[in-house]
């Protein structure tokens, strides 16, 4: 079911949008507007929008485009504009956003843990993704992640609340990649 997200803008023309990832906060979305040549952002996947084209005049359709933190506007006239992200987005920690080169399964932090761990992984480029926790008897406990994802610096939370005390495993697929890690749940 599709939800409205146009909380905030002021147009019904848009001819691009560009998409920042947020870490695990979601994603900034930025939409070119051609009745009026603006451009918006949403920092919470398009719950509100403000407008950030402060200096920007373009006066003809333009697409948006984001690269090296630096979003691009280009008209269909030749005109290039280019400005920081970190103009418009708050946080450097979000701006330092590197797309690795390889897949990568972190150690999970902290590790003994009791009752909630924290594993962190890497993708280089948009693949679907399983990371599955798994019991020393290898019986599949929880799948965390099972989803196509885009190329980034991802974490989740796992929570063994309801587990009892021992040694898991928990292993990432993602194409041919296959690597699986040890966790040990102290209670």
Same mark, same amino acid.
């Given at each position: 079911?599709?939800?409205?997200?146009?909380?905030?803008?002021?147009?019904?023309?848009?001819?691009?949008?560009?998409?920042?990832?947020?870490?695990?906060?979601?994603?900034?979305?930025?939409?070119?507007?051609?009745?009026?040549?603006?451009?918006?952002?949403?920092?919470? !996947?398009?719950?509100?929008?403000?407008?950030? !084209?402060?200096?920007?005049?373009?006066?003809?359709?333009?697409? /948006?485009?984001?690269?090296?933190?630096?979003?691009?506007?280009?008209?269909? !006239?030749?005109?290039?504009?280019?400005?920081?992200?970190?103009?418009?987005?708050?946080?450097?920690?979000?701006?330092?956003?590197?797309?690795?080169?390889?897949?990568?399964?972190?150690?999970?932090?902290?590790?003994?843990?009791?009752?909630?761990?924290?594993?962190?992984?890497?993708?280089?480029?948009?693949?679907?993704?399983?990371?599955?926790?798994?019991?020393?008897?290898?019986?599949?406990?929880?799948? /965390?992640?099972?989803?196509?994802?885009?190329?980034?610096?991802?974490?989740?939370?796992?929570?063994? !609340?309801?587990?009892?005390?021992?040694?898991?495993?928990?292993?990432?697929?993602?194409?041919?990649?296959?690597?699986?890690?040890?966790?040990?749940?102290?209670?």
């Amino acid at each position: 079911r599709w939800t409205a997200v146009n909380n905030g803008l002021k147009s019904t023309d848009f001819s691009s949008f560009a998409v920042y990832p947020n870490g695990t906060k979601g994603s900034n979305i930025f939409a070119a507007s051609n009745t009026f040549n603006k451009v918006f952002l949403s920092t919470n !996947d398009g719950a509100s929008w403000t407008e950030v !084209d402060s200096g920007l005049t373009l006066e003809h359709e333009f697409k /948006l485009i984001i690269s090296n933190n630096y979003l691009f506007a280009g008209s269909v !006239d030749g005109t290039i504009w280019k400005r920081p992200l970190s103009e418009m987005i708050s946080g450097t920690a979000e701006l330092n956003y590197i797309i690795p080169n390889s897949f990568s399964l972190k150690q999970n932090y902290p590790n003994p843990f009791n009752p909630s761990t924290v594993i962190s992984y890497a993708i280089p480029k948009a693949s679907l993704v399983t990371i599955k926790v798994y019991d020393v008897l290898g019986k599949e406990i929880r799948s /965390l992640v099972n989803e196509e994802k885009s190329a980034g610096n991802y974490s989740i939370q796992f929570n063994g !609340d309801n587990l009892a005390s021992g040694i898991y495993f928990y292993q990432m697929k993602s194409e041919n990649f296959v690597q699986t890690r040890k966790l040990i749940l102290m209670k």
